[in-house]
């Protein structure tokens, strides 16, 4: 079974995955935001955005679109700066957001389509020069271009399915009644300071 060769690698790669999903990072803030100031169904779509662009960073590592990408710096600067007015935008509509009238905890809660929580997801992971070049280094160090294809899939799985399985945890954890009631005086301050969080990663993306 060429599953049980691999299986070391496979071992690797989800310690990595699992790590990687875990570290804080505009993801977190992205998913904690949506939780909070819209709902659990908000932040569940997102973390199944997230995972989904997984795939993408999976493809081009696959096809070797990730190393063309690094190898012409105007192509990744440009990737770059899209991804990190992308979380401008979203740090200033959590700014807006902190700024609208409160009701209660059960009515203070904004609409969002499952649709736009899902882009939102996709886009911020997507988006992000980093992920990209952690993984072009997994597809280069750990994961060898004589690998199995079928193994490369999977170890795109075990990635997708880890950042699926943390992201949907903290949408779930944020989200629910108890917490949400006990932070509900701090939740004007909380969406600023993860708007502020959002849009300091874009400016550290851009100067970096």
């Known amino acids: ?11 690797t ?3 990595i995955a699992v ?5 804080p990072g505009q993801d977190f803030a992205l998913v904690s935001r949506n939780a909070m100031i819209y709902s659990r169904r908000a932040g569940l779509w997102s973390s199944v955005g997230i995972a989904t662009a997984v795939w993408l960073h999976v493809a081009y590592c696959v096809t070797g679109v990730a190393l063309l990408i690094t190898s012409f710096p105007r192509l990744y600067g440009m990737i770059r700066w899209i ?13 807006l957001a902190s700024s609208s009238p409160r009701m209660s ?5 904004s609409e969002i389509t499952d649709r736009s929580a899902f882009g939102s997801g996709f886009l911020c992971n997507a988006l992000n020069p980093k992920t990209t070049l952690f993984f072009l280094s997994i597809f280069t160090q750990i994961i060898r271009p004589t690998t199995p294809i079928a193994v490369q899939i999977l170890c795109g799985l075990i990635i997708s399915l880890a950042h699926l399985a943390w992201f949907s945890g903290v949408a779930f954890w944020l989200s629910t009644p108890r917490f949400l009631s006990a932070i509900w005086r701090l939740k004007p301050w909380i969406e600023r300071g993860l708007g502020l ?3 300091g990663v874009a400016t550290h993306m851009v100067f970096q």
């Open 1 to 11: 079974m060429i599953a049980l060769d691999y299986l070391p690698l496979l071992g």
């Open 13 to 15: 790669v989800t310690l």
């Open 19 to 23: 790590g990687m999903a875990m570290s």
């Open 83 to 95: 991804g990190a007015a992308y979380l401008v935008y979203l740090g200033v509509k959590s700014l």
């Open 105 to 109: 905890a059960d009515s203070d809660r």
């Open 197 to 199: 969080v959002l849009m």
